[in-house]
């Protein structure tokens, strides 16, 4: 059956921009491509290869998914309905689904040689299930002192894996807004970066781009996404002769009214950047805003702050 819009509909549906903008299946891989790109020449370029490799197990895991969809249809349509993210990683996570993707994980570690990522992979092997859970509650609720560094970015990387898988396998995903601008529509974990997009229905758009499940969704640009002010907002970038004035391909939107930032990249500059590996690897531009007294609100789950 066909619907009839009104004369109103019509214009407000031919100006209404996408919401979503869905990861692609090879986000690992595109990821891990990225991270390998940006490590050379990059005072953290070791940690960004180690990263790039999690990457690339992330996409073997999401390629064979340890696990199924913890969501069933009925759930889905009635968090949909509701206005709720139908991967809440407040309640997923407590109830352990990911868990089977953490020692999926750890299994293409069985025969790594001895230093510290060894000896985070045998911390997490000797750990029980409640511990593994209760460092993982720790890590989404932003309770980065209740989980040791060296384990952040093995528990992330399996947490990651599994939302976007998840995300990936619901069916045609009609999400909605959340409470908040900086809030997932899909698991309901905060945004880690934001991303001006420069082809075709998304051509200009912000996105922001979720820390966990990678879901990226549409907030309008020029309005902070904590406080919703646009009053004097200004964007900060790291020096760098090869890039006019105003064309940083990164750039973080500061926001005097609430002393928070959010970093976002703008693809007309660099059409390869990608949120969580541009993330990493301007940490430089975080040390700065942090001494200028601005605040970071958005989780990177393959790092500790501080």
């Not at 990861?23 to 990059?42: D, K, Q, V």
């Not at 908040?180 to 420069?198: D, E, F, I």
Request: glycine content about 8%; proline content about 8%; hydrophobic content about 40%.
């Amino acid at each position: 059956m066909s619907t009839i819009l009104e004369p109103g509909q019509i214009e407000a549906s031919a100006v209404m921009p996408p919401f979503l903008h869905l990861p692609p299946a090879n986000l690992f891989t595109l990821r891990a491509m990225r991270l390998e790109y940006l490590a050379e020449g990059n005072a953290l370029g070791d940690y960004l290869r180690l990263v790039a490799r999690l990457c690339r197990i992330q996409q073997q895991l999401v390629d064979n998914p340890p696990g199924a969809l913890p969501v069933v249809d009925e759930r889905q349509r009635l968090c949909i309905s509701h206005g709720l993210p139908p991967l809440a990683a407040d309640s997923l996570v407590r109830e352990g689904p990911w868990l089977a993707w953490l020692q999926a994980l750890l299994e293409h570690f069985s025969n790594e040689p001895e230093g510290l990522l060894a000896e985070a992979v045998r911390s997490l092997c000797e750990a029980d299930e409640a511990q593994r859970k209760g460092w993982g509650i720790a890590l989404l609720g932003g309770q980065y002192d209740a989980v040791p560094a060296a384990l952040v970015p093995l528990i992330g990387a399996a947490l990651q894996a599994a939302w976007s898988s998840w995300l990936l396998a619901l069916p045609e995903p009609e999400l909605k807004p959340a409470g908040s601008l900086a809030q997932c529509p899909a698991c309901g974990s905060p945004a880690m970066a934001g991303m001006v997009r420069n082809r075709g229905k998304h051509n200009g758009l912000r996105y922001l781009a979720c820390s966990l499940c990678s879901c990226e969704w549409h907030v309008v640009r020029v309005k902070c996404v904590y406080c919703e002010s646009s009053k004097g907002l200004r964007y900060s970038n790291l020096e760098d002769d090869r890039h006019a004035p105003g064309k940083a391909p990164l750039r973080a939107e500061c926001c005097p009214g609430c002393q928070t930032y959010l970093k976002q990249s703008y693809l007309e500059n660099d059409a390869a950047a990608e949120p969580l590996a541009d993330d990493l690897a301007s940490l430089a531009l975080d040390m700065r805003l942090d001494d200028e007294g601005l605040h970071r609100l958005a989780p990177n789950l393959m790092l500790a702050p501080g």
